[in-house]
């Protein structure tokens, strides 16, 4: 497993484009998974370190992917890093039952990307 490998479920361009530019310049590499079933196929064929979910993403259902992922002993052990509206309590607290590393809001993820994924990365 590459500990630089990262999983990314992000479909927002938006998003997308400011991962890539946060960690691609660290030495980082990225796999995009656009549907919830990407997610597992591309865990289980790439070894990621990390998976960043987006909890908001209308494309893809993050907590079909989390239950999978989770539900998994192949994967269980990868940490994920999720983003979702701040105000969306429930979500939070359901991602982290199911054994997110760490859920943060859109624009915390936003504006600390580098950080955060090296913060989940260090907790391993």
Avoid: C
Avoid at 109 to 118: E, W
């Amino acid at each position: 497993m590459d500990s630089k490998h990262i999983l990314v479920a992000i479909n927002d361009v938006f998003f997308y484009t400011k991962v890539r530019d946060a960690l691609k310049p660290r030495g980082y590499t990225l796999e995009k998974a656009r549907t919830q079933d990407d997610v597992t196929g591309k865990a289980e064929t790439t070894r990621p370190s990390l998976i960043i979910l987006n909890l908001n993403d209308e494309s893809l259902d993050a907590f079909k992917a989390l239950e999978s992922l989770k539900g998994d002993a192949r994967y269980k052990s990868i940490p994920v890093l999720a983003f979702a509206n701040h105000e969306e309590v429930d979500n939070w607290k359901r991602a982290q039952q199911m054994g997110v590393a760490k859920i943060v809001s859109r624009n915390e993820f936003s504006s600390r990307t580098l950080a955060l994924v090296q913060e989940v990365l260090g907790k391993k």
